[in-house]
Every structure is written in structure tokens, then in C-alpha cells.
């Protein structure tokens, strides 16, 4: 047997390397592109999947069990649609915003309104125009939905209601529930369309809150906390942090050493 051995110049080395080189990358590249085209085949193929067992009710199936109400504030806000219809229908179509629009429609057809001032609902109304206005704005329908359901709260706790008050409500909730408003808007005896009419306006010095919660604490640590008005002077804060029953128990018997007042914020006494 004859083995020849074929010495290989540095020229043939470096072509050699090049071709192996070419090789490599070549083998590299193939083995991408083939993981890649199965990873795309397999989202392809879920996609596929997830669509044939996602049945997406229409609005018009939605309005025969319901409302049309119920089906717009459903589109439109937090309470809306999850992908699974029945547990849609039965926690939020009856459930969440179904109780809401019951209590709006009671409240409009079993209670006394009248052109009349309550000073009772003065302040929240204001609040609920100002913030519904700002949420609007900034497209966040879920949390001027929530200040409508505090207005609608606060109604339900006066027996006679004002009656620019409650059309100011009905303007304010019809972008997002237009059908029943406009309802109760023409039960109101308007001939018009809500979206003829003006928009509410508020007075901001009536949004201010006249309280504020102060902070009292002994020795650093805090003690307890009251509602006082924003007028109560240094004096007057100190007295009511004083009398407060938790706060007597830390300071009886003991020797006052000095007292830090904040203005509209807390109390702090220093005792030994």
C-alpha cells in the first residue's frame, strides 16, 4: 500500500481556510433562518388556535339580553368586555353597571326634582363637573364613571334633588351612556337633544374642600388625626390636638416641653 503525502503551499492553506470559513457561515445562516420559519409557524399556528375558541359577541346580541346603555358604557369604560361572554353578561352586564343604571333610572323617576337649590349637593356637584370634564380629556372614562357614582351616592341621602343639577348629571354621563340620558332628559320635560345643549361648568372655589385631616403626634410618633377646618389658626390647632383622647393618654402627667405647629398639616407635641 502506497500512501503519497501532497505538500500544500501557504496559498492553497488560505484558500482553504476561506472556503472553510464560507462554509461555517453558510451552515450558520441556514440553521437561523430554519429556527426562525418554526418559531413563526408556531405563533402563526396558536394565533389560529386562539381565534377558532374566542367567539366575540356583536353589540346587536349584547342589546336583546340587555341594554343599548349597557352595551355602549360596557365599550366604552372599565366594565367592558373580557373575551368570555357569559362571564361578561353575568358579572358586568347585571352585575357592576347593571346595578348602576338601576339606581340612576330610581333616582329620576322616584324622587321629587324641582328648580331649587340644596347646598348639601352644592359641593360635590361642582366636584363631579370639574373632574368628569378632566377625565374626558384625558380619555379616562373609568374614573369619571366612578365620580358619577359618587354624585349618584350623595343624591340618594337628599329627598328633593335640584333639578340643573341632575340635567348637568345627564350631560356629563351621556357621552358614555347616550340612550337612557337622552331618556331622561325628555322625562325632565326637554324637548331638545343633550347634544344641543351646553356643557356643564363649575366654580372652582366651590371644589375646595373647607377640611382638611390633621396629623397630631407626640414626640414624633403619630397619635391621632381630625377633620379641622382650613381656617383654624395655630392656636386654635394646638387646643383641638390637646383634647384629642388619644393624644391625652401620651401627654397627662408629663411636662410640655414645646409644641410644632404646621399650618394645614399636623400638630406635634414634645413632651417629657
Not at 408556531?42 to 375558541?53: D, L, S
Not at 336583546?64 to 372599565?78: K, R, V
Not at 341632575?166 to 357621552?175: A, I, R, V
Request: proline content about 2%; aromatic content about 12%; glycine content about 4%.
Amino acid at each position: 500500500m502506497r500512501i503519497e503525502v501532497v505538500l500544500m503551499n501557504k496559498s492553497d492553506i488560505k484558500d482553504l481556510k476561506i472556503i472553510c470559513l464560507f462554509s461555517f457561515f453558510c451552515c450558520l445562516l441556514f440553521a437561523m433562518l430554519y429556527f426562525d420559519y418554526k418559531k413563526i409557524g408556531k405563533v402563526e399556528e396558536t394565533k389560529i388556535i386562539h381565534q377558532e375558541k374566542m367567539v366575540i359577541p356583536q353589540k346587536e346580541e349584547i342589546i336583546e339580553i340587555t341594554t343599548a346603555g349597557d352595551c355602549t358604557l360596557g365599550s366604552d369604560t372599565n366594565f367592558g368586555y373580557n373575551g368570555e361572554f357569559d362571564w361578561w353578561f353575568k358579572n358586568k352586564a347585571k352585575g357592576d353597571y347593571g346595578y348602576f343604571f338601576a339606581k340612576v333610572k330610581d333616582l329620576f323617576t322616584e324622587n321629587e326634582i324641582v328648580d331649587c337649590d340644596n347646598l348639601n349637593l352644592e359641593k360635590i356637584y361642582h366636584q363631579t363637573v370639574k373632574k368628569v370634564t378632566n377625565d374626558y380629556e384625558n380619555i379616562s372614562f373609568n374614573t369619571a364613571i366612578s365620580q358619577l357614582m359618587i354624585f349618584i351616592n350623595a343624591c340618594y341621602k337628599e329627598t328633593i334633588l335640584p333639578k340643573k343639577y341632575m340635567e348637568g348629571f345627564l350631560k356629563l354621563f351621556n357621552p358614555v351612556c347616550p340612550h337612557i340620558t337622552e331618556e331622561l332628559w325628555q322625562q325632565l320635560g326637554n324637548n331638545n337633544s343633550i347634544a344641543n345643549s351646553s356643557w356643564p361648568v363649575f366654580d372652582d372655589k366651590l371644589t375646595q374642600e373647607e377640611e382638611y385631616e390633621m396629623v397630631v403626634q407626640v414626640n414624633g410618633k403619630v397619635r391621632g388625626k381630625i377633620s379641622v377646618s382650613k381656617s383654624s389658626s395655630k392656636e386654635e390647632m394646638e387646643k383641638i390636638a390637646k383634647e384629642i383622647p388619644n393624644v391625652k393618654v401620651f401627654i397627662d402627667n408629663k411636662e410640655i416641653i414645646k409644641i410644632i405647629t404646621v399650618l394645614g398639616k399636623l400638630v406635634n407635641i414634645v413632651v417629657r
